[in-house]
Each structure stands twice: as structure tokens, then as C-alpha cells.
């Protein structure tokens, strides 16, 4: 019998839903800025630690409550690869981010009336992901705001994509400099 319960993950982390890696970051957020996940957990998700620069560890199940796990949990193969917090959210990012095969279309019903289908999937997360980005940005811009080239803002959509590319808000602003001094030459 082939059930989701007996279903493990298998190291992908593609094969996470959404809406498990959406909790992951808010723990990473909370505890640390980068994440390893288990062979061991339910068909939501494995169980992962959240691990900090200080070297202090958070264990958690698959249902995002604090647990302790054996201490070989986190060494076999599966385990082996440590996830930054900004590739977490650039695979979340990607995860959401409608193609176009998957775009609304509108097709004619027997009736001859036009009619919606095929919405694209993540709709309030990707607009959630849009909106930390905008906050990122706004809080990186307001604090180094003496520091930065008076036409940065020219720049704004560049860095906006270059932060939903996975890049952080002091990067993409770097970057973003290099363009300003370019146009200027």
C-alpha cells in the first residue's frame, strides 16, 4: 500500500510544500540563519535544526515544535547539506513564482462566454515573500541612507530583483552602487 504516511523525504528539498518552508524561515528568523534537514519526519515535511553563529542548535519536528533528537539525526547523507536562510527564501521565491505555462488564461466556454482558469499557485505567499523584500530594502536603504549615491533610487526595480533573485539587501545594493557609478562615467 503506497500511502502519503509512508512517504519520507528524500533529500530534495524541492519536494517541500510552501507552506512547511514558510515556517522554516519564521523559525530561522527567530533562531539562527541557517537550517539542516533530517531523513526523519512525517509526509509534511523532516524534522530540521536551526543552527546560529554562535554554534547553539534548535531542534525541530516536522510540525515546528521544539524537540530533542537523537544525536545522530543530522548525520547521515541526507542530512549533510546546511541550507543559508537566502537560499531557503530564493527556493521559496521560486517555488511561488508563476511561469508562464502556468499564467491565468481565459477560455470560451460552450456558451460562448469567457471564463478563468488556471490560476497560478502561491498567490499570498509570493506576495508575503514581495513584501519582506520591500521591508528589507526600506529598512537597508533608511539606514545607510547618507552613505548611498543620491541616484540610487534610480535603481530601485534592479535592486527589488536582484533581492527576489535571492541576493540580500546589502548586495543588491552594492550592486546597485556599481550601476550608479557606470551611468555616471
Not at 533530517?38 to 530540521?48: F, I, L
Request: aromatic share 8%; glycine share 6%; net charge positive.
Amino acid at each position: 500500500m503506497n500511502t502519503k504516511r509512508n512517504k519520507r523525504w528524500n533529500g530534495d528539498i524541492a519536494k517541500l510544500s510552501a507552506i512547511y518552508l514558510e515556517k522554516v524561515i519564521e523559525k530561522m528568523r527567530d533562531y539562527g540563519d541557517n537550517v539542516q534537514f533530517s531523513s526523519n519526519g512525517t509526509s509534511h515535511g523532516p524534522n530540521y535544526q536551526i543552527l546560529n553563529t554562535a554554534g547553539k542548535k534548535k531542534i525541530f519536528n516536522s510540525s515546528h515544535l521544539l524537540i530533542q533528537a537523537d544525536e545522530d539525526e543530522f548525520n547521515d547523507p541526507i542530512s549533510a547539506t546546511i541550507y543559508p536562510l537566502d537560499q531557503i527564501k530564493t527556493h521559496l521565491v521560486n517555488m511561488n513564482t508563476p511561469t508562464k505555462k502556468t499564467a491565468t488564461t481565459r477560455t470560451k466556454s460552450a456558451t460562448g462566454t469567457a471564463k478563468k482558469s488556471a490560476s497560478p499557485r502561491g498567490g499570498a505567499a509570493l506576495a508575503k515573500i514581495k513584501e519582506q523584500i520591500a521591508i528589507q530594502k526600506y529598512e537597508y536603504y533608511k539606514s545607510n541612507r547618507s552613505a548611498l549615491p543620491s541616484d540610487i533610487r534610480e535603481h530601485s526595480e534592479k535592486i527589488t530583483q536582484m533581492m527576489e533573485g535571492g541576493m540580500s539587501a546589502e548586495l543588491a545594493f552594492n550592486e546597485a552602487i556599481k550601476l550608479c557609478f557606470e551611468y555616471q562615467e
